[in-house]
């Protein structure tokens, strides 16, 4: 009986802090003061399915998630731009990035609010916020409130929906 209270209440706990994100506001969702106009692109799915791997595919346009632990982003230190996998659009900055031990890559705001947009996501019985990229509209993964300084944000991201550049 106890354990089943205390799970009880975890999960209350656990939709409260969802509920708690998805209101909060988030870099990326309100564009004013952004002079950034970002060209949108659309393809149908035979076409992403063209440029995309399987896994690429199921994440950015079918908004599947990558097992925890499985990128080889989490371990990228050195400094550089993640760019979405679709498109290319550059999305955030080795200077944002930080080990928030969840298993994905975390950073703690965009290299451009105007690069990402974001929408309420109301699957698995919770409400979160899912980031997208602004161009293709491909699935990145969720904003969290509960990252670090400054913004107290985490961009939790699926490492297979970017792709890492290397500054020059």
């Not at 009986?1 to 975890?10: G, S």
């Not at 916020?129 to 491909?138: H, I, K, S, Y």
Request: net charge positive; proline share 7%; charged share 20%.
């Amino acid at each position: 009986m106890k354990l089943a209270m205390t799970l009880l209440i975890a999960l209350a706990l656990t939709g409260a802090l969802a509920f708690a994100a998805a209101k909060a506001p988030v870099p990326g969702s309100d564009k004013k003061g952004s002079k950034e106009v970002i060209e949108k692109i659309v393809k149908t799915d035979d076409e992403w399915k063209k440029i995309l791997t399987p896994e690429q595919f199921n994440v950015l346009r079918k908004e599947g998630t990558e097992r925890a632990f499985t990128s080889p982003l989490n371990n990228i230190h050195q400094k550089g731009v993640f760019v979405c996998a679709a498109c290319g659009l550059t999305l955030f900055s080795s200077d944002q990035k930080f080990d928030s031990g969840t298993g994905w890559p975390s950073f703690w705001a965009p290299i451009d609010p105007s690069h990402i947009t974001t929408k309420t996501d109301r699957s698995f019985f919770q409400v979160r916020t899912e980031v997208l990229c602004a161009r293709c509209g491909g699935h990145l993964g969720h904003v969290f409130p509960d990252g670090p300084p400054p913004t107290g944000l985490r961009y939790c991201m699926n490492g297979v929906a970017m792709k890492f550049e290397p500054a020059k």
